[in-house]
């Protein structure tokens, strides 16, 4: 029955075979932190802080439709092509209702909690979900989520003057805020670096080991 | 006859031969996957891939739907109602005997 359970799991696994959706992660997380950045760089009356939303939402698209294009032309020729059942979509759902469920508790009790704690257990939260989708399939990519695990801790231990001179010299002014802006930018920039160098390996063995098939023009 | 010896017994053969059961759990958690993915899931060659889809459609399991890909042909294969319920009482049937 073991077995059963194991080949009902092989197509979710196989949607990180290529490393793209590690890429994807590593590219959003890159992406946003340089959002992030320019935005805090940017001086308070900038329309940047007005456009900058259509940023992160033109980055979202971006890696949706540059994946799925990716695969299209790489992956399905090499190792077959999946549709996935409706139940994932309703996962990725769940996912951003929770994500943003904890985003507006973060704003409505920011007075009464440690929001650069709660920065750092949102990053922990994405390593698990970064465990739970790419390592289960291959055992060395749990290297991978150690490290933004452990980075998440050093990150979150830092201290105060150390994270808030990241938004520093920013339009930010409390010290929290700085703080919470030093959190975010340096955690996403770990976890992008570590992504992508997970990914890019994973990419690299999959284009070592699967042959693109001869054309068969009819 | 013991229940546990008789629930053995009403097992689907279609679905209890080892290659097609991979096929059709495979399947299963999909909404449909095309025959070069089958293959490299399963790592069975073309004929005895295309041998065991064909007795599964034959049992009206799934569907199969050939289409392009640009100018490369592509077999579509999907678990239908019949496979799915089928499938779903394979295992429970399974589970009983075991």
Same mark, same amino acid.
């Given at each position: 029955?073991?077995?059963?359970?194991?080949? $009902?799991?092989?197509?979710?696994?196989?949607?990180?075979?290529?490393?793209?959706?590690?890429?994807?992660?590593?590219?959003?997380?890159?992406?946003?932190?340089?959002?992030?950045? $320019?935005?805090?760089?940017?001086?308070?009356?900038?329309?940047?802080?007005?456009?900058? !939303?259509?940023?992160?939402?033109?980055?979202?698209?971006?890696?949706?439709?540059?994946?799925?294009?990716?695969?299209?032309?790489?992956?399905?020729?090499?190792?077959?092509?999946?549709?996935?059942?409706?139940?994932?979509?309703?996962?990725?759902?769940?996912? &951003?209702?929770?994500?943003?469920?904890?985003?507006?508790?973060?704003?409505?009790?920011?007075?009464?909690?440690?929001?650069?704690?709660? &920065?750092?257990?949102?990053?922990? &939260?994405?390593?698990?979900?970064?465990?739970?989708?790419?390592?289960?399939?291959?055992?060395?990519?749990?290297?991978?989520?150690?490290?933004?695990?452990?980075?998440?801790? !050093?990150?979150?231990?830092?201290?105060?003057?150390?994270?808030?001179?990241?938004?520093?010299?920013?339009?930010?002014?409390?010290?929290?805020?700085?703080?919470?802006?030093?959190?975010?930018?340096?955690?996403?920039?770990?976890?992008?670096?570590?992504?992508?160098?997970?990914?890019?390996?994973?990419?690299?063995?999959?284009?070592?080991?699967?042959?693109?098939? !001869?054309?068969?023009?009819? | 006859?013991?229940?546990?010896?008789?629930?053995?017994?009403?097992?689907?053969?279609?679905?209890? @031969?080892?290659?097609?059961?991979?096929?059709?759990?495979?399947?299963?958690?999909?909404?449909?996957?095309?025959?070069? #993915?089958?293959?490299?899931?399963?790592?069975?060659?073309?004929?005895?891939?295309?041998?065991?889809?064909?007795?599964? @459609?034959?049992?009206? #399991?799934?569907?199969?739907?050939?289409? #392009?890909?640009?100018?490369?042909?592509?077999?579509?294969?999907?678990?239908?109602?019949?496979?799915?319920?089928?499938? @779903?009482?394979?295992?429970?049937?399974?589970? @009983?005997?075991?």
């Amino acid at each position: 029955m073991d077995q059963i359970g194991n080949l $009902l799991e092989r197509p979710r696994l196989y949607c990180n075979i290529d490393g793209l959706g590690e890429l994807g992660g590593s590219v959003m997380c890159l992406g946003f932190a340089l959002l992030w950045w $320019l935005l805090m760089r940017a001086p308070a009356d900038s329309a940047w802080h007005q456009i900058a !939303v259509f940023g992160f939402v033109g980055l979202v698209l971006l890696i949706h439709y540059g994946t799925k294009a990716i695969k299209t032309r790489m992956t399905y020729p090499r190792t077959g092509f999946v549709e996935y059942r409706k139940p994932l979509h309703t996962q990725a759902i769940a996912g &951003a209702l929770g994500a943003l469920t904890t985003v507006g508790m973060a704003i409505v009790f920011r007075r009464h909690w440690d929001i650069p704690a709660l &920065a750092s257990l949102a990053g922990l &939260a994405f390593t698990g979900a970064c465990g739970y989708h790419f390592a289960r399939a291959v055992r060395w990519k749990w290297v991978t989520v150690g490290a933004m695990a452990a980075a998440t801790f !050093v990150i979150a231990f830092l201290p105060t003057d150390v994270l808030g001179a990241l938004g520093g010299d920013s339009p930010v002014a409390r010290p929290d805020q700085a703080k919470l802006s030093g959190t975010v930018l340096l955690s996403l920039t770990v976890y992008g670096t570590l992504l992508l160098i997970s990914g890019g390996i994973s990419l690299w063995l999959y284009l070592r080991h699967t042959q693109a098939p !001869v054309q068969e023009i009819q | 006859m013991n229940q546990q010896i008789r629930n053995i017994a009403d097992l689907d053969r279609v679905i209890h @031969e080892p290659g097609r059961l991979m096929i059709v759990a495979l399947l299963f958690a999909v909404d449909r996957a095309d025959f070069l #993915y089958l293959q490299h899931e399963t790592a069975m060659n073309k004929g005895t891939l295309s041998s065991h889809l064909s007795r599964l @459609e034959e049992a009206g #399991y799934i569907a199969v739907t050939k289409t #392009y890909r640009g100018k490369v042909p592509q077999t579509l294969l999907c678990l239908n109602g019949t496979g799915r319920r089928a499938f @779903e009482q394979y295992r429970r049937k399974l589970k @009983e005997a075991l």
